[in-house]
T-cell receptor
Framework: GEDVEQSLFLSVREGDSSVINCTYT??????LYWYKQEPGAGLQLLTY?????DMKQDQRLTVLLNKKDKHLSLRIADTQTGDSAIYFC?????????FGDGTTLTVKP | DAMVIQNPRYQVTQFGKPVTLSCSQT?????MYWYQQKSSQAPKLLFH???????NEADTPDNFQSRRPNTSFCFLDIRSPGLGDAAMYLC????????????FGPGTRLTVL
């Protein structure tokens, strides 16, 4: 079945760049998503990328996709304390999303 | 403007006492999903409705049921909550099942005493 894996924790200093990595197994995935979840809240869609793209940039966010290796990354430039949250990678196919376990990003002042 | 609304945000129930969580949407999306998310884990899909068609995940316990009386509303019924059912329950909607973005509600945190 589908599987999505992420590293569980990342800690960076304010102003540095953060890179959150994700690997997936379903090669038929057409869309790959990044969600942000703050404590006690639902999931907020940050960005997504089509599988025929290598890169997508949206303000401070850059998504890189290596389809051959099934590797997805999210780069947050100039990370702020407000970026502290859990970040979920998800692949969507066949009527449902498969989520990774989330990466907890801690931003230190 | 809230698009996917979940009520209540926090629900406390007793072991074995039936509980219903509700979700409503203003997006007129035809698909509605219920996810269970336990602490520090990925959201786990329980079931979804495509219009009135109910689609249950194979490993969703029978203890969990759902109703969708109309396009806007969807309910999650837990017939006999156990301590292991304490979790965040997330409702989501999408305009279709084919790779479309899911819009999530804020979730309902269920505590079982």
């Amino acid at each position: 079945g589908e599987d999505v894996e992420q590293s569980l924790f990342l800690s960076v200093r304010e102003g540095d760049s953060s890179v959150i990595n994700c690997t997936y197994t379903d090669s038929s995935s057409t869309y790959l998503y990044w969600y942000k979840q703050e404590p006690g809240a639902g999931l907020q869609l940050l960005t997504y990328i089509f599988s025929n793209m290598d890169m997508k940039q949206d303000q401070r966010l850059t998504v890189l996709l290596n389809k051959k290796d099934k590797h997805l990354s999210l780069r947050i430039a100039d990370t702020q304390t407000g970026d502290s949250a859990i970040y979920f990678c998800a692949e969507v196919g066949a009527g449902k999303s498969t989520f990774g376990d989330g990466t907890t990003l801690t931003v230190k002042p | 403007d809230a698009m996917v609304i979940q009520n209540p945000r926090y629900q406390v129930t007793q072991f074995g006492k039936p509980v219903t969580l509700s979700c409503s949407q203003t997006l007129n999306h035809n698909v509605m999903y219920w996810y269970q998310q336990k602490s520090s884990q990925a959201p786990k899909l329980l079931f979804h409705y495509y219009d009135k068609d109910f689609n249950n995940e194979a490993d969703t316990p029978d203890n969990f049921q759902s109703r969708r009386p109309n396009t806007s509303f969807c309910f999650l019924d837990i017939r006999s909550p156990g301590l292991g059912d304490a979790a965040m329950y997330l409702c989501a909607t999408s305009a279709g099942t084919s790779q479309n973005e899911q819009f999530f509600g804020p979730g309902t945190r269920l505590t079982v005493l």
